[in-house]
């Protein structure tokens, strides 16, 4: 080796590159070209960042190298073979790259970088490149820029100082005006991996937070985490920007900043606070990647921040242990005292003071939920996580089905869900029970994930669904794949121990697979049989028989081992067998393994003890056999158990108590699933698959005893809306949801000034009484939400506005196709109040967007304000601050009034819900009538009876069902009584009259072969006993007409006769009112489109022209009710299906001269039409 | 001289620190390293795992390794191997592998080893732009297409010719947009916008023919080439079977959770717009039954296998492509079976009998019988071989699903659109 090649590897083997190349390129320039003296090239090298000197390296540096390398690298090839191997072959092919690189035309420098790249794509070394290379930095060609970069982020950090040559071009980048090229020289800035630029980068970042692009901003957070990982002395510098971005606007930063925070200061939780509402209202529109990141830190979040809201469950669960026991292995069965006493604690202080959900809280669920509905498995598996570390336990179920669909994505990510699956399955089993049959398993599934879905599988086992998997279990067992046999035997055995219902059957399959062919199959059987026997041996000594035999056929040890310890065990169920299985074994001992040989000496020693006449020389054989067994444990074992066994003088007090040692009652095992306790893992978490802490890990916190402050999350307003964000950060989508409602706001202007009163307290209504209320108002504030951002992109830009109010008009068009999403109304009106006066009065946008969700705010019920974007608090401040302001006051105040009022007006309702349809409901009530129907049974006189029942009510249409002639005297009508039948609340009601105009009483009225459709039922009427000649009873009968209009047939039986008869009933007799809000009706409506939605055109009957009549015609045709209605051009009914309770909602919209539009919206779309038709009919004739 | 700079292996934080690609053989014959460079030694624990598990498809995905863990995935028999050092979701980092398998399928038709060495160098500039310090950076394919420009013939003859480059001149604006899927300017001269609603039976019937369980799967890819700025709105005749969705984020989630309509604005090109499920909860139809008698004897060694296909409930249309494919038992050397209809095939290594039928014809119903001769002195196989069946339906979505009309905003040209149905069996098994 000559001293060159010395010089050349020292520096490879050393790892220092830099060295490499300079002396490298130092060596060339004192060989090749003695013209440059080494000092004035060393320094070119250093201080290169003026591009004068770049331009004097290429021409002395490279030039001089390139061709002083051929000569050079000569000897190299020859002696090379060792050492440095592809370093030192490679260089001379690379002579011709140097060349492309060195010339002038570009298609050969790309040329010349391609094949560069492709060397570094497949693993090879090209740093000696280094020089050549870092010259095209500045090259005009775009990809051949992108080539570079990407070869100068490859070997950047091996060759420092040449690196140092490239920053220049880069901080010229910087300040470019085109907000790509910034990004991208930001970009690779930051990605060089050069100690030195460490305050440049500091400096590039920081100017980038603050750049006018958010694009830029992106890259800016993305840079910070590798300036962090390569200057951690940074951090706090780092902490400022990150501070910074966080309280950035846009979507696009969103995702990278929290990104940057995660890597570089997880654990300032504190600067959160005041973002946190922001992050949570922009999740939606954040790319999906950022999404996860985002929903990750939240949870964390959330548990330092909020109570638990499962906090009175707990309680629940500690009280009714018959709860517990339903939930299976629940929670913390085994919990110590002391802990305990800390819940009851806890429970205690729940009691005292009822959970209230944080609003803050809630919005984090409500935000987070419609992600769900992601393509993206990361997200949606980031949602499911966090619905099950922060959501009421009522409300996880809704990830289940999101986690189902996720199983027939690739098969990767289906094992990371049915890890997560099983984790979650073992504390809300009730969950994923629905879902039970997604988790069976097809022979093709690869054999991790036959394992999981087993898991999954078992922890859903119970009572009730046992039996369907035990005999999908049974399909398994024959399997080909004979680890997930094995893995099915245990899960089996697993289910035998949860549940003792079936306990026995599973241990008679199990016994019945030890005569498998498989040996595997059988050695795990016998092990699983073991632990079950364990529970309950005196019952199955024939099972232990039949097992000892086995010990001549079954070669796997741990089975032979199994079998051993339970003849031993329960050697006194087996008393003949037993030492005769000792004998076999002691014969064949030396050839077992060590495994079994241990369990023999068990065996023998137990047998010592409880017989020993017959064992006695058997058992000193095999202990003497162990003495000189070639394993130390075993030769141990019998020296032990020989001492302890056989009393002799030198054994001392424990022989006495050998026979405790050795037959104490051993617990049963718990067989328990290997994901319990998992979930102390955050879910989805790499630690939580690998059930170990990776590096990095956060610990989910344990949730706070008492809240933390909530209002350190308050935002002051002008904070918030401080920055302008540009156009680009509006999604798409938001915008065009605003500009919807812009434009409904100006179809629904007639109606606006109307609803507005209503809207806020029938709202509260709402709040009260239905539960539906809750996904409204979510949706609207979400709404208002993005709705403010896009009030200011509409400011940013005036083309965008332009643009969009051609939209506007394209969606007025579209209007006329597809009615109006409902729920938006109340946003709407706000929203357009907002316009208004912001067109009015100018004002400046900050106060317009704050007065905007300031009255979202109102609008919204009591408790779905608080749950709204802005925390009440907040609000509060704003209200403040509004009235300092001095905005005309008198607006809230008419407001506050209207709200009073209104809520009287809502207690009239709520008290006296038929009021607002009085024909339908007669005054006699429920009450009255379930007592009829009592009374009859006791077949009162008639005369008491009939008032009672018959509601003498105009609006009741009577029907024949048995005409005097063909009834023979007997004349039946009936009547749909239109109240609530109170044995089944999904029948209708049907009353009856029976007349006898026959000269002979008739007798034993009843009801005989009712014939009905599938799904029908009909409840009887008490039989009538006696009806005298001339009088006439009244009977109700329920009839359940599943919601169609099929006839009902039975006999009308008396002493003497049966008639066939049949009721049919009109369909507007298959409903029954409900009492809907106009914002509910709204909303109904809103989602019952399409194909729900039936309209037809008609000219009214001349007499039925009024409201009232309207009104009256179609409560007769149909048992509806009235929905209060802000115009007096509409009439609005609703009503439910009885059956199924499907809603019924129908629209009467009169025009001029009689022109009228009905439109029925219901699901089932056939009674929709009948519907129509009926009514249809009414207001016609 | 500089003084010696000794590198500090620092506890690093950062999502994926570096990717292998892997082909069958166990060649690495792509890497890129987004932060320092890790040795592809690291692979080795994944060799060790790749060597014990039987099936590629048995390698755990998640691989914990002293110093590293390992997140791999397979596709189209490559593995593709990340490395990371510290917590990261793994559905993460699974869901971006697969997008980058997506990302070069888009681009080169297939991903494959070949094609992948052929084009490494667009590859390369591919997962530069998306990751950026290992951080998902532009994974929408639209982006990506503006930044780099995937290979076809005529431009890389032009691109030789006049020293063209792949590499867009513009700068991607996509980025940069608020709504990033769709990049802008798209211009065709013929407007035309297709829907294909695809639909799987993950079925399992049992011996006795009932279904043990029942699922669609359910896709609506879409083939748009629309100028310009097209909002489009596909509206459903029944919209309410659908209760568990995924959609393509271009998908306005509100309209649809208020009108059952998907509103959006379309990506250009192919993307795939929904995905939905309709679980085993629901009555799933299914379209054919199976009879079947696979018996093995104890005595002579030898088999007997007929197997017999009817139509179900096809709702009146053919079924076609049919195809049953059983996987044998090792013992089964042969098989000598006649098929009344169709082909079939006995591979004796794989022991895959694959039964070509082709189009049900519900008058003669095909048939396959005949024998089946067994390894002698081999115990007969306990298990009988569960049938996989593979068919499909045109012009019909199995649960009933239909558009019932799609429109145009936005744009004023008349485009034209289509919509096609298929169903197909997706993991359909009769178990014998």
């Known amino acids: 080796m000559t001293a060159m090649q010395k010089l050349l590897q020292l520096p490879v083997n050393a790892v220092n590159m830099v060295k490499t190349v300079q002396s490298q390129v130092q060596g060339q320039e004192e060989d090749k070209s003695p013209v440059l003296t080494p000092d004035s090239g060393q320094q070119a090298w250093y201080s290169a960042l003026q591009p004068d000197e770049l331009r004097h390296l290429r021409s002395g540096g490279t030039g001089g190298g390139g061709g002083g390398d051929q000569e050079e690298r000569a000897p190299l090839e020859e002696g090379g073979g060792g050492g440095g191997g592809g370093f030192q072959t490679q260089p001379l092919r690379h002579d011709d790259l140097k060349e492309m690189l060195d010339s002038n035309k570009d298609s050969l420098k790309l040329e010349a970088m391609k094949r560069i790249v492709a060397m570094i794509a497949r693993g090879k070394n090209a740093s000696d490149l280094f020089p050549a290379v870092v010259k095209n930095v500045a090259c005009k060609n775009i990809e051949v820029k992108k080539l570079v970069y990407v070869y100068l982020v490859r070997y950047a950090e091996e060759q420092q100082d040449l690196a140092l040559l490239s920053i220049s071009t880069f901080q010229r980048g910087l300040k470019d005006p085109n907000q790509l090229i910034r990004a991208s020289a930001l970009r690779v800035l930051s990605s060089i991996r050069v100690t030195i630029i460490v305050p440049i980068m500091m400096l590039a970042i920081k100017e980038a937070a603050s750049d006018m692009s958010p694009y830029v901003r992106k890259t800016a957070a993305h840079a910070i985490p590798k300036l962090y990982s390569l200057d951690p002395e940074q951090k706090d510098q780092l902490i400022e920007v990150i501070e910074k971005l966080l309280a950035d606007k846009t979507t696009l930063v969103a995702g990278s900043v929290v990104m940057a925070f995660e890597e570089v200061c997880p654990e300032r939780i504190d600067l959160i606070h005041k973002n946190y509402r922001k992050l949570c209202n922009l999740l939606i529109d954040v790319e999906e990647w950022g999404q996860v990141v985002i929903i990750n830190m939240l949870t964390r979040y959330a548990r330092t921040q909020f109570l638990n809201p499962n906090i009175n469950e707990s309680l629940l669960e500690e009280g009714g242990s018959g709860d517990k026991t339903f939930y299976g292995s629940d929670e913390d069965e085994d919990e110590d005292e002391e802990e305990k006493e800390k819940k009851a604690e806890a429970a205690a202080m729940a009691k005292r003071k009822p959970y209230v959900m944080d609003p803050d809280h809630r919005l984090l669920l409500r935000n987070t939920k419609p992600l769900l509905q992601s393509r993206n498995a990361a997200v949606v598996m980031a949602v499911a996580q966090l619905y099950f570390h922060l959501a009421p336990k009522a409300e996880v179920g809704v990830i289940a089905k999101a986690l189902v669909r996720l199983l027939r994505s690739h098969s990767e990510v289906q094992y990371v869900v049915l890890q997560n699956v099983a984790t979650m399955s073992i504390k809300r089993r009730g969950m994923f029970e629905p879902y039970l049959k997604s988790f069976y398993i097809r022979s093709t599934d690869p054999t991790q994930i036959k394992v999981l879905k087993l898991e999954v599988l078992t922890n859903l086992a119970n009572e009730t669904n046992i039996s369907t998997i035990l005999r999908e279990f049974q399909t398994y067992i024959k399997s080909m794949d004979k680890d997930f046999v094995a893995a099915t035997i245990q899960a089996i055995g697993r289910c035998a121990t949860n549940i003792s219902e079936v306990r026995d059957t599973c241990l008679n399959g199990l016994v019945q697979l030890l005569s498998n062919r498989d040996e595997l199959v059988v050695a795990e059987s016998v092990v699983v049989i073991k632990k079950l026997l364990q529970m309950q041996p005196e019952k199955h000594s024939d099972i232990i028989k039949h097992m000892a035999k086995l010990t001549d056929n079954i070669q796997v040890p741990m089975a032979r081992a199994s079998i051993l310890w339970l003849i031993g065990e329960y050697c006194e169920h087996v008393p003949k067998i037993a030492p005769d299985v000792l004998r076999k074994m002691a014969k064949s001992f030396t050839n077992e393994e060590d495994i079994v040989k241990l369990q023999i000496i068990n065996l023998a020693a137990k047998l010592y003890l409880t017989n020993s006449k017959q064992t006695k020389l058997l058992t000193q054989y095999v202990l003497n056999l162990a003495k000189y067994d070639?394993?130390?444990?075993?030769?141990?074992?019998?020296?032990?158990?020989?001492?302890?066994?056989?009393?002799?003088?030198?054994?001392?007090?424990?022989?006495?108590?050998?026979?405790?040692?050795?037959?104490?009652?051993?617990?049963?095992?718990?067989?328990?699933?290997?994901?319990?306790?998992?979930?102390?893992?955050?879910?989805?978490?790499?630690?939580?698959?690998?059930?170990?802490?990776?590096?990095?890990?956060?610990?989910?916190?344990?949730?706070?005893?008492?809240?933390?402050?909530?209002?350190?999350?308050?935002?002051?307003?002008?904070?918030?809306?401080?920055?302008?964000?540009?156009?680009?950060?509006?999604?798409?989508?938001?915008?065009?949801?605003?500009?919807?409602?812009?434009?409904?706001?100006?179809?629904?202007?007639?109606?606006?000034?109307?609803?507005?009163?209503?809207?806020?307290?029938?709202?509260?209504?709402?709040?009260?009484?239905?539960?539906?209320?809750?996904?409204?108002?979510?949706?609207?504030?979400?709404?208002?939400?993005?709705?403010?951002?896009?009030?200011?992109?509409?400011?940013?830009?005036?083309?965008?506005?332009?643009?969009?109010?051609?939209?506007?008009?394209?969606?007025?068009?579209?209007?006329?196709?597809?009615?109006?999403?409902?729920?938006?109304?109340?946003?709407?009106?706000?929203?357009?109040?907002?316009?208004?006066?912001?067109?009015?009065?100018?004002?400046?946008?900050?106060?317009?967007?704050?007065?905007?969700?300031?009255?979202?705010?109102?609008?919204?019920?009591?408790?779905?304000?608080?749950?709204?974007?802005?925390?009440?608090?907040?609000?509060?401040?704003?209200?403040?601050?509004?009235?300092?302001?001095?905005?005309?006051?008198?607006?809230?105040?008419?407001?506050?009034?209207?709200?009073?009022?209104?809520?009287?007006?809502?207690?009239?309702?709520?008290?006296?819900?038929?009021?607002?349809?009085?024909?339908?409901?007669?005054?006699?009530?429920?009450?009255?009538?379930?007592?009829?129907?009592?009374?009859?049974?006791?077949?009162?006189?008639?005369?008491?009876?009939?008032?009672?029942?018959?509601?003498?009510?105009?609006?009741?249409?009577?029907?024949?069902?048995?005409?005097?002639?063909?009834?023979?005297?007997?004349?039946?009508?009936?009547?749909?009584?239109?109240?609530?039948?109170?044995?089944?609340?999904?029948?209708?009601?049907?009353?009856?009259?029976?007349?006898?105009?026959?000269?002979?009483?008739?007798?034993?009225?009843?009801?005989?072969?009712?014939?009905?459709?599938?799904?029908?039922?009909?409840?009887?009427?008490?039989?009538?006993?006696?009806?005298?000649?001339?009088?006439?009873?009244?009977?109700v009968m329920g009839i359940d007409f599943c919601d169609s209009t099929q006839a009902a047939n039975f006999q009308l039986c008396t002493h003497t006769r049966k008639f066939f008869v049949s009721i049919q009933p009109p369909v507007g007799e298959l409903m029954r009112p409900v009492f809907l809000t106009e914002n509910e009706f709204k909303k109904e409506q809103g989602q019952l489109m399409g194909m729900n939605e039936i309209t037809e055109k008609l000219t009214l009957d001349v007499k039925c022209r009024n409201e009232h009549a309207i009104v009256q015609r179609v409560t007769t045709a149909a048992n509806l009710s009235r929905v209060p209605c802000g115009s007096d051009k509409e009439c609005r009914f609703a009503g439910r299906t009885v059956t199924s309770g499907s809603l019924v909602l129908v629209t009467v919209a009169t025009k001029e001269e009689g022109a009228a539009q009905l439109t029925v919206n219901c699901e089932k779309m056939v009674i929709g039409t009948m519907l129509v038709k009926d009514i249809l009919q009414a207001l016609t004739q | 001289m500089t003084p010696c700079r000794v590198n500090v292996k620092r506890w690093q934080a950062e999502m994926i620190h570096s990717l292998f690609v892997i082909n069958h053989l166990g060649d690495i014959f792509l890497e890129k390293h987004w932060k320092s460079v890790i040795s592809r030694s690291v692979c080795d624990y994944f060799f060790e795992a790749r060597e014990k598990a039987v099936d590629p498809e048995n390698v755990p995905p998640v691989l914990q390794t002293p110093h590293h863990y390992l997140i791999s995935i397979y596709r189209g028999k490559l593995f593709f191997l990340s490395v990371i050092q510290t917590e990261v979701p793994p559905l993460f980092v699974i869901?971006?592998?697969?997008?980058?398998?997506?990302?070069?399928?888009?681009?080169?038709?297939?991903?494959?080893?070949?094609?992948?060495?052929?084009?490494?160098?667009?590859?390369?500039?591919?997962?530069?732009?998306?990751?950026?310090?290992?951080?998902?950076?532009?994974?929408?394919?639209?982006?990506?297409?503006?930044?780099?420009?995937?290979?076809?013939?005529?431009?890389?003859?032009?691109?030789?010719?006049?020293?063209?480059?792949?590499?867009?001149?513009?700068?991607?604006?996509?980025?940069?947009?608020?709504?990033?899927?769709?990049?802008?300017?798209?211009?065709?001269?013929?407007?035309?916008?297709?829907?294909?609603?695809?639909?799987?039976?993950?079925?399992?019937?049992?011996?006795?023919?009932?279904?043990?369980?029942?699922?669609?799967?359910?896709?609506?890819?879409?083939?748009?080439?629309?100028?310009g700025m097209p909002d489009l709105t596909m509206s459903f005749m029944n919209p309410r079977l659908l209760d568990d969705v995924s959609f393509h984020p271009c998908v306005r989630f509100r309209r649809w959770e208020s009108e059952r309509v998907l509103s959006f604005i379309p990506p250009d090109g192919n993307f795939t717009l929904m995905t939905y499920h309709i679980s085993s909860q629901n009555l799933v139809a299914i379209p054919v039954y199976v009879k079947q008698s696979i018996s093995f004897f104890e005595a002579g060694s030898c088999g007997r296998l007929d197997i017999t296909i009817g139509p179900k409930q096809t709702m009146g249309k053919t079924v076609e492509d049919l195809k049953v494919t059983v996987h044998m038992p090792k013992a089964v050397l042969n098989a000598n079976l006649t098929a009344s209809q169709g082909n079939y095939t006995y591979d004796f290594t794989t022991k895959l009998l694959v039964w070509d039928i082709g189009k049900l014809n519900p008058q003669k119903l095909p048939n396959l019988r005949g024998s089946l001769s067994m390894q002698t002195g081999v115990p007969n196989p306990e298990e009988n071989p569960s049938l996989n069946i593979d068919l499909k339906i045109q012009q019909l979505a199995i649960s009933g699903l239909k558009v019932s009309r799609l429109d145009m905003y936005g744009e004023t040209y008349k485009p034209f659109k289509g919509v096609k149905y298929v169903t197909k069996a997706g993991k359909f098994q009769v178990r014998t």
């Open chain 2, 95 to 227: 869901e971006f592998l697969h997008r980058v398998a997506d990302t070069f399928q888009d681009y080169f038709g297939e991903c494959s080893e070949s094609v992948i060495s052929d084009n490494v160098v667009i590859v390369y500039e591919l997962l530069e732009e998306m990751l950026d310090n290992g951080f998902p950076l532009a994974t929408e394919s639209n982006v990506l297409k503006e930044m780099i420009r995937p290979p076809n013939i005529l431009r890389s003859v032009v691109n030789t010719l006049t020293g063209g480059s792949n590499v867009g001149e513009t700068l991607p604006q996509g980025q940069l947009s608020n709504i990033p899927w769709r990049r802008a300017g798209v211009k065709y001269t013929n407007n035309e916008a297709y829907f294909d609603v695809t639909e799987e039976i993950d079925a399992i019937v049992d011996k006795s023919g009932t279904t043990v369980s029942a699922e669609i799967q359910g896709v609506i890819e879409a083939c748009v080439k629309l100028s």
């Open chain 1, 630 to 1035: 070639q394993n130390y444990d075993i030769r141990d074992r019998a020296r032990f158990i020989r001492q302890l066994i056989v009393p002799t003088e030198k054994s001392g007090a424990l022989s006495k108590y050998a026979k405790k040692l050795f037959l104490a009652l051993k617990p049963a095992p718990v067989l328990e699933s290997p994901f319990k306790d998992r979930d102390h893992f955050q879910l989805g978490s790499l630690s939580h698959l690998l059930n170990a802490k990776a590096g990095g890990y956060q610990e989910l916190p344990d949730w706070p005893e008492a809240a933390p402050d909530p209002s350190v999350r308050n935002v002051e307003v002008f904070t918030l809306l401080e920055r302008v964000t540009t156009l680009t950060s509006v999604p798409e989508w938001t915008k065009c949801s605003s500009r919807e409602k812009r434009k409904e706001k100006k179809v629904e202007k007639p109606f606006y000034t109307d609803s507005e009163g209503e809207s806020g307290p029938t709202e509260s209504a709402d709040s009260e009484s239905d539960s539906a209320s809750g996904s409204e108002s979510s949706s609207g504030s979400e709404e208002s939400g993005s709705g403010s951002e896009s009030e200011e992109s509409k400011e940013a830009s005036e083309s965008e506005e332009e643009e969009e109010e051609e939209e506007e008009e394209q969606k007025k068009k579209k209007k006329k196709d597809l009615k109006k999403p409902v729920q938006e109304s109340e946003s709407e009106q706000s929203s357009e109040e907002e316009e208004r006066k912001h067109q009015r009065k100018s004002k400046p946008r900050k106060s317009e967007s704050e007065s905007e969700s300031d009255e979202d705010e109102e609008s919204e019920s009591e408790s779905s304000q608080s749950e709204s974007e802005d925390s009440e608090s907040e609000a509060e401040v704003k209200k403040k601050k509004k009235t300092a302001e001095s905005k005309p006051p008198p607006k809230p105040l008419k407001k506050e009034s209207k709200k009073e009022k209104k809520e009287m007006s809502l207690l009239d309702l709520d008290d006296f819900e038929p009021a607002p349809s009085p024909q339908v409901t007669p005054v006699n009530t429920f009450l009255s009538n379930s007592l009829v129907t009592d009374l009859e049974g006791l077949s009162l006189s008639d005369s008491v009876l009939s008032p009672a029942t018959i509601a003498p009510s105009s609006a009741l249409k009577s029907y024949e069902l048995l005409h005097r002639i063909t009834g023979e005297g007997l004349s039946v009508e009936y009547c749909f009584s239109r109240q609530p039948f109170s044995p089944d609340a999904n029948m209708v009601a049907v009353q009856m009259q029976f007349t006898n105009s026959a000269s002979s009483d008739t007798k034993n009225l009843h009801i005989e072969d009712v014939k009905l459709q599938s799904g029908m039922r009909v409840k009887e009427f008490p039989e009538i006993e006696l009806l005298p000649a001339g009088e006439t009873a009244t009977a």
